[in-house]
């Protein structure tokens, strides 16, 4: 079912996990997708997907360099005129442990990359979604923006920034039908989870199975969720089906009993 045919795409940090989940999900359902990523190794895998350059436009970034981020766009714009949608999806987990204990430069590195970043993206491509009269962006927070995560505070405090942007953006756009809306991922079969266990584990010296099983018996539904599972969230953010869906905070957790 082609729900996002010929929709224009843009998605950060898009080369793997998550964002990956939501570009595959995006191109199945007849999207354009221009995608950017920091990671080399991951981008060299991607570029041998068989849609790349028919509709899949693949570009490294630093999206926490305002620069970068720039190129970026000069590239896109080269391409298309306009965009139907930007999913923010930039994030990085920071450091684990007590707020007493952190260090200045990681707490400012965490707050850098996942607020800045979703700020240069946003700037930069809202001019190219005014042009549609009907587009979608959607930044990707957490369940952590809504319940706070212990021994995570600037993760957390990232991802609450988040959702605030998105309520004001939602504000300030929707004369011209702009749809803004926060997609709050929970405990997420993966890469990252992998290393957030790991992270926990050190830290209060507790084995990584036990935490793994403490982070899925968080949720009612006792399991884990799944990348695609976020990208089909996306994609009904894009399509039509939700022209009048916005300013809302949408978890995808399989209902979050706790997050301690």
């Known amino acids: 079912m082609k729900t996002l045919q010929n929709k224009k795409i843009i998605i950060s940090a898009g080369a793997s996990g998550i964002g990956l989940a939501i570009a595959k999900v995006c191109l199945s359902r007849g999207a354009y997708v221009y995608l950017c990523d920091i990671d080399d190794k991951s981008i060299k895998k991607l570029n041998k997907h068989p849609l790349k350059n028919k509709r899949l436009f693949i570009y490294q970034c630093d999206a926490s360099n305002e620069g970068q981020v720039s190129l970026f766009f000069d590239k896109i714009k080269k391409k ?10 930039v994030g990085v987990a920071g450091p684990t442990g007590s707020l007493e204990k952190l260090k200045s430069k990681d707490w400012e590195n965490t707050l850098h ?5 979703h700020f240069y993206f946003t700037k930069k491509a809202i001019p190219l979604i005014k042009k549609t009269k009907n587009g979608s962006i959607i930044n990707i927070s957490s369940t952590a923006g809504i319940l706070g995560f212990p021994l995570r505070s600037p993760y957390a405090a990232s991802k609450w920034a988040i959702i ?97």
């Not at 298309?80 to 999806?89: G, P, V, W």
């Not at 990359?113 to 970043?117: A, E, I, L, P, R």
């Not at 309520?167 to 290393?195: H, Q, S, W, Y």
């Open 113 to 117: 990359v996942d607020v800045n970043s």
């Open 80 to 89: 298309t005129k306009r965009i139907d949608a930007l999913i923010n999806n």
């Open 164 to 260: 605030g942007v998105t309520k004001t953006l939602a504000m300030e756009l929707g004369k011209f039908n702009i749809r803004v809306n926060a997609v709050c991922p929970g405990t997420i079969k993966g890469d990252r989870m992998k290393r957030v266990i790991r992270d926990k584990a050190k830290f209060t010296k507790v084995p990584s199975k036990s935490i793994e099983k403490d982070f899925i018996s968080m949720s009612s539904m006792k399991q884990w969720i799944l990348e695609e599972d976020i990208g089909k969230m996306c994609s009904f953010l894009i399509s039509d089906d939700s022209s009048k869906v916005s300013g809302q905070v949408i978890s995808v957790d399989g209902h979050t009993e706790r997050n301690d």
